[in-house]
C-alpha cells in the first residue's frame, strides 16, 4: 500500500471554540449563577491587577505623586484641603484606596500564582514518581510529605521565611521578598498536591495502556510525562484552583504577620495591616476596602474550585 | 490441519519455549502489621513450574479459571513481570537474562502484546494516530512524521478502520474498533508473536467473531504466532492449535485443540467442558461441577485438584503428578496414568 494517505482534516480554530462553548464544563458553568459571578468576579479583580498601571489613577507607592494635604479623606468625600475627592477615600499618606488596592492585588496574586504553581511543581513530580514507583521510594517521599503536614503550613512558611531572611543579606530583603514568599508558600503546599497525584497515579499505573507502554518498552521517565501526567491534571487542576486561594490567604496571612511583601510594594495583606492600625480612629475604610478585596477574591477562587470539581466529576454530572 | 500441525511437533522449531516458569508473589502484610501481630510471611504461588512451546505460526491457548495464573504467564512472557524461576527462549534466547537494554529493545519489537479490555488499554488523552505511532517511534523503525503518517493509515487499514480516524479519540469509537486499533499498536512493529490476553471477552458476543477473524486473517497474512489466554473455550476452539488447561497455577492438560475439544484426558478439563450448556457432547459420561477453586495461598496437597476430583484417591492427596504423554498430548494426572479414568 503507497498510497499517501488523504489529508487529515484537524480541526480549526473556529470549530474548537465552538466545541469549548459546547462542552460539558462550559454547559455546567452556564448553568450555575453562581459559579458565573464568581468567576465575573475574578476575572475583573484579575484585570485591575493585570492592568493596574493604566486604571489606577495614582501609583500610590511613588512618593512624589502624593500630597500629605490628601489624607484620610473618607470615600466620597470631599477633602477639605485640596478640593480632592477618592472614591474609596485615602490612607494617612493621601495614597488613593482604590489605587492601592488595584496594585495591592497584583502582589497578592502574583504570589498566589506562582506558589500554587510551584508548589504543582514539586508536588505533582514527587506524586508522579511516588505513585509510579512505589515501594521505598513512595515511602519515603510520602513519609516526608506526612511530616510537613504535622505542621500548620503557615507555620512551615514562617520558617522558611525566616531561614532565607537569616541567609540573605539585609539590603536584599525588601526585593527579594516576593521570591522569597513564593517559596515559602510554594514549599509549604506541595504535600496536598504530591498526595492527590500519587493515589491517582497508583490507579493510572495499573491500566492497561499503561502496560501497553511498557510492552512497547517506553522508559519510565517517559510513560509518567506521556501517558500518566496528562491522566492525573484533572485533579491537580481543582485542588491547584482551590489551593490558589489558599495561597492568597496564606500571602495575606503572612504580609498582615508583617514577615510578607514591605509597605512599599504592599500586598492585599499588608494593606489589612496597616488598615487595622485606623479602625480605632474612625478612618474605617482603610482597613474595609482591601479587606473586603481579598474576601471577594478568596471567595470567588473557592467557588470556582467548587465548581470545577463538580463539573470535572463524571459521577456529579 | 491441527492434527498434522501437532504431530510435527518435534521436528519444528518452536518461536517461544518457557520451561520450569515459576512465579511467587509475596501478599504478606506490611512489615510493622508483621511485628505487631505476630504474622509470618505469606506467598501465593500465582505460576508453579510450567513449560510448553509454540512452534512458529501456531495459536497456543491458554485456559482456565480466573485466578489460575493465565494473565500472570502472559505478563512475565512479554516483560511486565518478572519470573521468579524458569527461562523463557524466545526464538533461541532467553529474555528473563537479557541485561542488554538495546538487544532488549530489539528483542520487544518482535513480540507484542494486545490487551483485554480495550477501554483501558488506549490512553484516553491521545489520539488515535498518536497511540498507533507510538511503537514505530519507541522502537526507531520511522522517525519521518510523512512516513509514519503513512504507515498508521496502512495499519488503520489492516485493521478494517478508515486512516482518518486517526485524528479522533479513543472515546469516539466502539469496543470492537478500540480493539482494532490496539491490534493495529501491536503490529506497527512489525512483530512475530503477539501474546493476546483474553482479546474479546470485554466485547459483545457480535464483535468478538469479527475480532476473531481478523486475528486469523492477520495470522495467515504475517504468519503471526499467538499466544491465546482466554477463559471463553468457543473462542479456543475457534482459534487455538494446541491447548494448555491451567489449574490453580499448574499445567494440568496439554493437547492439540481437536483432541482435548473432543477426548479431554484430565478430570478438570473434562469439567470445565461439561459446564459448556452448548457443546454436543452426548454420549459421554458427564462428570458433576464440585466446589470452588481453592485459596491459592493455601493449595491443598498433592495434586491441587483432588478437594474436586470426583477420581481421586490416597495417591492423589499426597503426590504431585507429573505431566506425561498421553495420546499426542500431555496430561498430569494420576487417574489417568493409572487407567482409572472411564
New interface residues.
Given amino acids: 500500500m503507497r498510497d499517501t494517505p488523504t489529508a487529515l482534516p484537524r480541526v480549526s480554530l473556529q470549530q474548537k471554540l465552538f466545541r469549548l462553548w459546547d462542552s460539558d464544563i462550559a454547559y455546567s458553568f452556564r448553568q450555575s449563577p453562581v459559579t458565573m459571578a464568581a468567576g465575573f468576579v475574578v476575572l475583573l479583580i484579575l484585570i485591575g491587577a493585570v492592568f493596574a498601571p493604566l486604571l489606577a489613577t495614582q501609583n500610590p507607592f511613588d512618593p512624589s505623586g502624593l500630597n500629605l494635604m490628601d489624607g484620610k479623606t473618607a470615600p466620597m468625600a470631599v477633602n477639605e484641603f485640596t478640593q480632592n475627592s477618592y472614591l474609596l477615600g485615602t490612607d494617612d499618606q493621601g495614597r488613593d484606596i482604590l489605587s492601592t488596592i488595584l496594585y495591592g492585588s497584583r502582589a497578592s496574586l502574583l504570589v498566589g500564582f506562582a506558589a500554587v504553581g510551584l508548589a504543582m511543581l514539586i508536588g505533582v513530580t514527587l506524586g508522579l514518581i511516588a505513585g509510579y514507583r512505589g515501594g521505598i521510594v513512595d515511602s519515603i517521599i510520602m513519609r516526608i510529605a506526612d511530616i510537613q503536614l504535622t505542621f500548620p503550613s503557615i507555620l512551615v512558611a514562617m520558617l522558611i521565611f525566616g531561614v532565607f531572611r537569616g541567609v540573605l543579606p539585609v539590603q536584599s530583603h525588601a526585593t527579594l521578598a516576593v521570591p522569597v514568599l513564593i517559596l515559602a508558600i510554594g514549599f509549604s503546599d506541595w504535600p496536598q498536591y504530591a498526595r492527590t497525584v500519587r493515589g491517582v497515579t497508583m490507579v493510572e499505573r495499573n491500566k492497561e495502556y499503561v502496560q501497553a507502554a511498557r510492552v512497547i518498552g517506553l522508559a519510565p521517565l517517559t510513560i509518567m510525562i506521556r501517558h500518566v501526567l496528562p491522566n492525573v491534571l484533572g485533579p491537580v487542576l481543582v485542588i491547584g484552583t482551590l489551593g490558589l486561594a489558599l495561597a492568597i490567604i496564606a500571602e495575606a496571612t503572612l504580609s498582615y504577620l508583617g514577615v510578607g511583601v514591605p509597605p512599599t510594594q504592599p500586598s492585599l495583606g499588608t494593606l489589612i495591616r496597616v488598615g487595622q492600625e485606623y479602625i480605632a480612629s474612625g478612618e474605617w475604610w482603610i482597613l474595609f476596602f482591601p479587606s473586603l478585596t481579598l474576601l471577594a477574591l478568596a471567595l470567588s477562587v473557592n467557588l470556582l474550585g467548587d465548581w470545577l470539581r463538580d463539573a470535572l466529576n463524571p459521577k456529579l454530572r | 490441519m491441527t492434527a498434522v500441525a501437532s504431530a510435527s511437533h518435534a521436528d519444528a522449531v518452536p518461536l517461544l519455549t518457557v520451561e520450569g516458569l515459576r512465579c511467587v508473589f509475596d501478599v504478606s502484610k506490611p512489615w510493622l502489621n508483621r511485628v505487631l501481630e505476630g504474622a509470618s510471611k505469606q506467598s501465593l504461588q500465582a505460576v508453579d513450574d510450567v513449560s510448553f512451546f509454540i512452534p512458529k505460526g501456531e495459536t497456543f491457548a491458554l485456559v482456565g479459571e480466573s485466578g489460575s495464573g493465565k494473565s500472570t504467564i502472559a ?1 512475565m512472557i ?3 513481570l518478572r519470573p521468579t524461576n524458569g527461562e523463557i527462549r524466545f526464538d533461541g534466547t532467553d529474555i528473563t537474562k537479557v541485561g542488554n537494554a538495546a538487544e ?2 530489539r528483542l ?2 518482535r513480540f ?2 494486545i ?3 480495550p477501554y ?7 489520539r488515535v ?1 498518536t497511540i498507533i505511532a ?2 514505530l517511534r ?2 526507531g523503525i520511522l522517525s519521518e512524521d510523512g512516513a509514519i ?2 504507515r ?3 495499519l488503520l ?1 489492516l485493521v478494517r478502520l478508515d ?2 480516524d ?2 479522533k479519540f479513543p472515546h469516539e469509537f466502539s469496543g470492537g474498533q478500540r480493539q482494532r486499533i ?1 491490534i493495529a ?1 501491536a503490529l506497527a ?1 512489525n512483530p512475530e508473536f503477539l501474546v493476546c490476553d483474553e482479546p474479546t471477552s470485554a466485547l459483545d458476543v457480535s464483535v468478538q467473531a469479527q475480532i476473531l477473524n481478523l486475528m486469523k486473517d492477520l495470522q495467515a497474512e504475517f504468519g503471526l504466532t499467538y499466544l491465546l489466554i482466554s477463559h471463553n473455550l468457543a473462542v479456543v476452539r475457534h482459534m487455538a492449535t494446541r491447548v494448555g488447561v491451567l489449574y490453580l497455577g499448574r499445567l494440568v492438560e496439554v493437547a492439540p485443540s481437536r483432541q482435548l475439544f473432543t477426548a479431554p484426558r484430565h478430570p478438570y478439563t473434562r469439567m470445565l467442558l461439561d459446564a459448556v450448556p452448548d457443546l454436543a457432547m452426548s454420549g459421554r459420561q458427564r462428570l458433576p461441577v464440585q466446589g470452588e477453586i481453592p485459596n491459592p495461598i493455601t493449595p491443598p496437597s498433592g495434586c491441587f485438584y483432588h478437594p474436586r476430583c470426583p477420581l481421586a484417591n490416597e495417591r492423589c492427596t499426597q503426590e504431585r503428578p507429573a505431566l506425561v504423554p498421553a495420546a499426542e498430548g500431555y496430561v498430569a494426572c494420576h487417574a489417568v496414568a493409572e487407567g482409572r479414568a472411564a
Wanted: hydrophobic share 40%; net charge positive.
Fill in positions: 505478563k512479554v516483560g511486565l532488549m529493545r520487544r519489537r507484542q502484546m490487551f483485554q479490555d483501558a488499554s488506549l490512553n484516553p488523552r491521545m494516530d507510538e511503537p519507541a522502537f503518517a503513512t498508521v493509515a496502512e487499514r486512516p482518518a486517526g485524528v490496539a499498536r512493529g
